[in-house]
């Protein structure tokens, strides 16, 4: 009976809101009542419903087209609708590609045969293995056979055996020299070029110049002054990477003093890794001005001593050697 007249007065309350003919507007919002009130019904019946990736892939792209006071229509909980828009955009900056990332590993077959080819050719070098199994239609890059040789301990050629790069220098550091260039940003926007020599046996710095314009004399004139202080061993290697400032006549000053000249390939901080340790060195502990604002850092004679007494100064790495000294 409650029932029959709860009926009765809903279908009366809604004939007024209608009117006597339903328009477009107002059925489909008596449809969208009905199907919240479903909703509702099937949220007290199911626990925690299924969805589909395609129900996932609309729900998601719906929920960016309402509001967040509408969200409350959706079965989830707005927190889940966000995790599936998230997933979604991950997905479509992502490749997709199965499997692992990366090159398909090499045939065992074809890392015995590079194996080979390089014991039983030692003057050969990785772009002729290269060469050479492209003549047999393989094709691998010269960058995968120098990492499978020296994965296997076999050095560049021509000889695969031997001491290694850090092994000689702590054979050779008596008479060894290290050799770079670092730049200083000036507050005027000047560049600032700094060259320093570094013993690898003592660890003594030579803070030889500061300028802006390093020119072929300019540098040259830089490298006769190291041979002008006194050293207890004479300079057997010059150690220095390919910049275009290092100009023939500064290597001619070293080997007319019977030195032999290492150049050092590019993108490689580990053949000059003492220069780059001693720059990384200056740089955070002279060069950083946000902790010492007092004195303008704007000038070169102030570059100057800051470095050499940085030089002066302890530097990490040395053991049982002598203190370094700036000169």
């Known amino acids: 009976m409650i029932l029959s007249l709860v009926y009765l ?20 919002e008596v449809e969208i009542a009905v ?28 929920s960016r087209m309402l509001r967040r006071e ?23 900056w992502t490749y997709g590609q199965p499997g692992r990332p990366g090159r398909p590993p090499i045939d065992p077959e074809v890392c015995h045969l590079i194996l080979r080819l390089a014991r039983e050719n030692p003057r050969w070098g990785y772009v002729r293995i290269q060469g050479e199994l492209r003549k ?16 296997r301990g076999l ?12 092994e000689f220098l702590r054979a050779q550091a008596r008479g060894t020299l290290a050799s770079d260039f670092f730049t200083v940003e000036t507050i005027t926007l000047r560049t600032l070029y700094v060259l320093f020599f570094v013993e690898l046996a003592t660890r003594r710095v030579h803070l030889v110049g500061v300028t802006a314009n390093p020119d ?25 990477d390919r910049d275009s400032k290092y100009f023939g006549a500064f290597d001619e000053v070293f080997r007319t003093e019977g030195a ?26 002279c060069l950083d001005a946000r902790g010492r604002q007092e004195t303008p850092r704007t000038s070169s004679p102030y570059l100057r001593g800051a470095l050499q007494s940085r030089a002066a100064a302890p530097w990490p790495g040395a053991r049982n050697t002598p203190a370094p000294s700036a000169s």
Not at 36 to 61: E, G, I, Y
């Open 9 to 28: 007065l809903l279908r009366g309350l809604v004939g007024l809101v209608a009117g006597p003919s339903l328009s477009r507007e107002a059925a489909k």
């Open 35 to 62: 199907l919240r009130h479903q909703v509702k019904v099937l949220r007290r019946q199911v626990a925690r419903p299924s969805f589909r990736p395609l129900d996932r892939t609309f729900l998601a792209a719906a």
């Open 70 to 92: 509408r969200w409350s229509s959706f079965l989830v909980t707005p927190q889940t609708l966000l995790r599936w828009h998230r997933e979604l955009v991950r997905r479509k």
């Open 136 to 151: 047999l239609g393989i094709r691998v890059g010269a960058t995968t056979i120098r990492r499978l040789l020296r994965a």
């Open 155 to 166: 050095g560049p050629a021509p000889r695969r055996s031997g001491p290694s790069w850090t």
């Open 216 to 240: 072929s004399a300019w540098v040259a004139q830089k490298g006769r002054n190291v041979f002008l202080e006194e050293r207890k061993s004479p300079v057997r290697f010059l150690i220095h």
């Open 260 to 285: 032999r000249v290492i150049l050092t390939p590019f993108r490689a901080p580990r053949a000059n890794a003492f220069a780059e340790r001693w720059v990384r060195t200056v740089r955070s502990e």
